[in-house]
């Protein structure tokens, strides 16, 4: 009994040193959070799903830019030239339009009534969004407190709401972006960013979009 209460003393202390060295030793990553607007490239207004092609005349859901919010992780994959190369993973959610339309379903009550005949017209609000998913690159320039950076290209897999006349949802793209970030301490960074998603068309429908923003960096 008095050997096990000697080797969990080690192991306590053993771990208590190892906690203490990683905490103060940053090694050049980062969790972040960001917010900021967004703005389609091109409206998504008079498909299928978005407002029932204007149908009835309620109107279109052709609104471009609305805001983004996102989240992400920058983990460190090398020192290149005195700068960092990091690997970034982020999820962003963005959302363009939200207008009072004719929606789909009750469009289709219009023109295929059932058993109780044909039915009143209903709106109701439909948003317009997209889901991106990303994983770049990401090249930190170290300048002490101050820190640009950029990414060349990156991957992004765009989930979009509502899906396209096809009826697909799904695309895949390439992601850019550029920043600059300030260390106010050790543990905490703040900055802003302009970041472009270009999508490869898979979903049928028009994906492209950009946001700008800012940002709260935790690093570690």
């Known amino acids: 009994m008095e050997i096990n209460k000697k080797v969990l003393s080690m192991v306590i202390a053993g771990w208590m ?4 060295t990683l905490a103060s030793a940053e090694m050049g990553g980062q969790v972040f959070y960001r917010f900021g607007s967004a ?3 091109d409206d998504r207004g008079g498909e299928v799903f978005t407002d029932a092609v204007n149908a009835t005349g309620a109107g279109k859901n052709d609104d471009k830019g609305s805001y983004a919010i996102g989240a992400g992780l920058d983990i460190p994959l090398a020192q290149l030239f ?7 993973v ?5 959302k363009f339009s939200e207008k009072e339309v004719l929606q789909t379903t009750s469009a289709l009550d219009v023109v295929l009534p059932g ?4 039915k009143s017209v209903t709106t109701s609000k439909v948003i317009v969004s997209s889901l991106a998913v990303v994983i770049a690159p990401k ?10 950076w950029v990414i060349p290209i990156g ?6 709401s509502p899906p396209s006349d096809d009826t697909t949802y799904l695309d895949f793209g390439a992601h850019f972006g550029a ?3 300030y260390r106010l301490i050790d543990l905490l960074s703040v900055g802003i960013d302009y970041r472009l998603n270009l999508g490869s068309g898979q979903s049928r429908t028009k994906t492209d979009y950009s946001t700008f923003g800012g940002y709260v960096g935790i690093n570690f």
């Open 17 to 20: 040193v190892l906690w203490g």
């Open 39 to 41: 703005s389609l490239r």
């Open 82 to 88: 005195g700068n960092t190369l990091l690997g970034e």
């Open 90 to 94: 982020m999820v962003e959610y963005a």
């Open 115 to 118: 058993e109780g005949g044909v």
């Open 139 to 148: 090249y930190r320039f170290e300048m002490g407190s101050l820190r640009p």
């Open 155 to 160: 991957l992004a897999f765009l989930v979009n």
């Open 179 to 181: 920043g600059v970030e």
